[in-house]
């Protein structure tokens, strides 16, 4: 078919807002700008970024991603109408939302009578008057996208003011009236039917129409299918479904189902999905959440094959045992190596490193990958230890130092008067020059880091430019206690470039050692900053000098 | 409405044989009874216990369901058409089939043209009479249920020859056709057009349809839904949905929608629903999985509500955030207490206190919930800090003991030998009794842990039945590297109850170490552990103990 016949569908996506109401789901504001410029990259129509009246975070993200080319993304704030009885010009959430200088401002009103009356504690006409007059306050800034709150609940307890609300925001001039189903228990079918009222209803207004589903009857994937089809333009939902209760509507489902099964519509300006796999386990690193192994499209599982069946049967029927290529959303069939996560990613980096065509080489980095694997490393978001490991695979790895010991000390001198402390000392040989240093920090971690920058800036001082600006530890196998496996993830940033690196240790000091090592390694190797050259000699003399000072 | 004109739907459960394809899925024969025994508890009409042919823990359950009674449940044998160019008399299948003696047998063929002439390697003539004489011997010992594989692919690529397999099936007296979304991918609106052509097309033949999906477009319980709408009458699935790839069709979901959503239909005789979040549960622990806490309708969040606006209005009609009333599921609201949290969200939690009336009491909490969240606390998680908090609030706290110092060490003895290590010692006063001691670990938190322990146990010999069973630790604001506050998470257990404790530091140790503590105050305040009485002369005296072996 000719893709020209299309109808867009435009996404809009709230894992930052509506997503972060998930019970253990919270995002930093590194992780807010990072999680941005990700959705903006896949081609999301909308990005809401938060709620400005609610906390200081929100405000800076505001100030810092209007300085980010995010292409034809639109950042969103969100917000309520303005207070009863009060001016819309005089309401500090007004105020906020307007302060965020965003391209859309997304308004949630009260479509169900009771909610206003019961809830808000406002008469039906004052509900309607802080839809309105908010409405055309926040216009006058910015497009407004008018979240209708409870709108298929509220649509079945009073039809007539349910389209009231919604003719209210339209006439102040709202572009977009975005059906909520907030209780998130509506079947498609009403979904369908009210939808299609909905908009038959405001055919006298320049609007259109969009979905908000939540999943709490298993159903909001479906919901946001069958609300386009009755003629909705936009979807609303979070990355891998993230928010309260069940979640939202999965965009990653949502999108999926649209560009690959319902010829009729292109979303994402007609992009592939092929970082699609890729987004999603971003999201949840990010997140600090599991993944879902058995999550459609881009679960770990959701193309595994348990066979008893030959490999090559396996490869030759596998399609008719598949609903879709798992390459068209960048997963892949699992078969034979069931562990690998990445062979994509492999490839990719691969070329980087000129070794593509390099047969054994990507054999050996495949093993390695295995391997690390089964003992808790997740290369997705440690790009740097993984362009070390190729370069240690391939034999192009020469290390800036080596570590010969490090301890940390950590604890409270006096519970009493509470003095926590924590200190690290480090040993370690420069070509054949000794440093041993320590350093104090806030928590063993910091004074681990502090110590290795101390005894490296005199030989390597571009390091002063770089800074850690994120620190992530995960337990793999949680169900140990604190006797589990733990994954630390650093992000580091010399300003111009940010990396992030992996350590894995029962031991979470070892961890953490071992990926601050990369952090330092990644920035010398990509420096091109020379590693000296030992001389045997002097190396035999540090050594008895060690021996002599550790007694 | 009349009940007596609700439509029964019939409930199939495939989680002993279908759901057992999922990946880390197995069940013991013991566990296939106890499963059988609860489903049946529960009304499911029938229960397709496994595949007699593959192997001989299958065999075994069949004999010895057998003599267990079960109500209405039917018990199902699951197996494929006899093989090509064979009697279906003499083919082993056929024969095990039978052998299982079930009052029914589940009998799975070919409907797709290319997985008969590809994956079979047989003629379409040959696959329609395997079908026809595997379902006419079969139906001489039991009532057969023909499961029509890949139904709607291959209707899709030749609906001639699919409707030739079922008409094969039903001349041969199958009572049930159920088609078979295998490969997960149909969208709602082809299930319900291609059912209804189904029904219609076997018109002629006294025949009942069911349905039978799977998830891998997060579409299978719309998608039984829209087939039960379009006339199937069985509904097949697995509870929790597990399976293989995606899963199956969750059966929880399923019966919950068609139960309470659906007023033209009737499930599970009429029974009602009030046990399905423990047989969720059951389900997930007998099969070794981790719950899901957003499963809708039985999953630990599916009712659990944050935003202090929300709990607001739930206090005042909780059906207004609700989709249905969670006791109709056996499952029930949680309130946490969140950064966003109100006044509103601790009140709910304070009721359980029975401090709701105490007006000073509350503001106190409140304010110190306000404390803490700013410096990084998260409750909502941590149920027994959270308790803890509230008797240190309302002055009921009397600690079981109190820290005088404590310390790790961990780190790399040897880099190049690798000697990783973590040691603790602890100094504190139980009573007038002072304890110092130290022990090794895994890591600084685990010899911590271990050390605490030790110190207490000889005092209070219920800490031994405890155990940790989560560790989880997070960065409050990650954009400080490591001088971030760090919040950790510690979820212990006793056996019979699990509670959740929380710290937050700079420090990992000392937030650990506090997470630690409040873990075990809990179990010693729910125990009702009296609290040691100390004198004060020891005290000075265990005091001037310590500053000599200070030394």
Not at 247 to 262: C, E, F, H, M, P
Not at 377 to 382: L, Y
Not at 410 to 422: C, K, L, M, N, W
Request: charged letters at 25%; a negative charge; glycine letters at 8%.
């Amino acid at each position: 078919m000719n893709a020209t016949t299309r109808q867009p569908i435009l996404m809009y996506d709230t894992t930052l807002r509506d997503g972060s109401q998930g019970e253990g789901v919270s995002f930093s504001l590194q992780d807010k700008i990072n999680v941005t410029r990700r959705l903006a990259e896949m081609g999301i129509d909308f990005v809401e970024g938060g709620y400005p009246l609610s906390n200081e975070k929100d405000v800076a993200f505001f100030q810092q991603i209007r300085d980010i080319d995010l292409g034809g993304t639109k950042v969103c704030a969100f917000g309520m109408t303005r207070r009863r009885g009060m001016k819309a010009a005089d309401d500090p959430g007004m105020q906020a939302l307007v302060a965020a200088q965003t391209p859309c401002i997304t308004l949630v009103g009260k479509t169900w009578d009771y909610h206003a009356t019961e809830v808000l504690r406002v008469s039906l006409e004052e509900n309607l008057a802080m839809i309105g007059e908010s409405a055309e306050f926040l216009g006058r800034h910015s497009d407004v996208i008018y979240d209708a709150e409870h709108f298929f609940d509220g649509y079945d307890a009073n039809p007539d003011y349910a389209i009231e609300t919604l003719r209210a925001a339209a006439a102040a001039g709202a572009k977009w009236m975005v059906l909520c189903d907030t209780n998130g228990g509506t079947l498609p079918e009403q979904i369908a039917a009210v939808t299609k009222t909905a908009i038959e209803k405001l055919a006298d207004f320049d609007v259109r129409f969009g979905i908000h589903c939540h999943n709490d009857g298993d159903l909001a994937t479906a919901n946001s299918l069958a609300a386009v089809d009755a003629g909705a333009l936009q979807v609303q939902g979070t990355i891998n479904g993230i928010g309260e209760r069940c979640g939202n509507a999965d965009l990653v489902a949502v999108v999926s189902n649209l560009a690959l099964k319902k010829s009729s519509y292109e979303v994402l300006g007609g992009r592939s999905l092929k970082h699609l796999t890729e987004l999603s386990r971003y999201v949840y690193e990010t997140a600090n959440l599991q993944w879902r192994n058995g999550q459609p499209f881009v679960g770990q599982s959701a193309f595994a094959h348990k066979g008893g069946m030959h490999v090559h049967a396996i490869n030759k029927a596998a399609s008719t045992y598949e609903h879709i290529d798992p390459a068209l959303v960048g997963n892949e069939r699992r078969i034979l190596i069931s562990e690998l996560s990445g062979r994509s990613n492999i490839a990719a980096v691969a070329e980087q490193h000129n070794i593509a065509d390099d047969r054994e080489a990507m054999d050996k980095i495949l093993a390695e990958v295995v391997r690390l694997e089964n003992e808790g490393f997740q290369f997705e978001n440690a790009g740097a230890s993984f362009d070390l490991l190729v370069k240690r695979v391939t034999g192009s790895f020469t290390p800036h130092f080596d570590t010969i010991k490090y301890r940390v000390v950590a604890g409270d001198r006096d519970s009493r008067s509470h003095t926590v402390f924590a200190e690290a000392i480090i040993k370690l040989m420069v070509g054949d020059v000794l440093w041993f240093d320590a350093a104090e920090g806030h928590g063993p971690v910091n004074a681990l880091d502090a110590a290795l920058r101390k005894a490296l800036q005199g030989t390597y001082p571009c390091l002063t430019e770089m800074h850690l600006i994120d620190y992530k530890v995960r337990v793999v196998d949680s169900g140990a206690g604190t006797a589990a496996s733990i994954r630390v993830n650093i992000e580091s940033s010399d300003g111009n470039e940010s990396w992030g690196t992996i350590g894995v240790s029962e031991n979470i000091i070892e961890a953490s050692y071992n990926a601050l090592v990369d952090a330092v390694e990644y920035k010398l190797h990509k420096e091109n900053v020379p590693q000296p050259v030992a001389d045997a000699d002097s190396n035999d003399q540090a050594d008895l000098a060690e021996s002599a000072s550790a007694n």
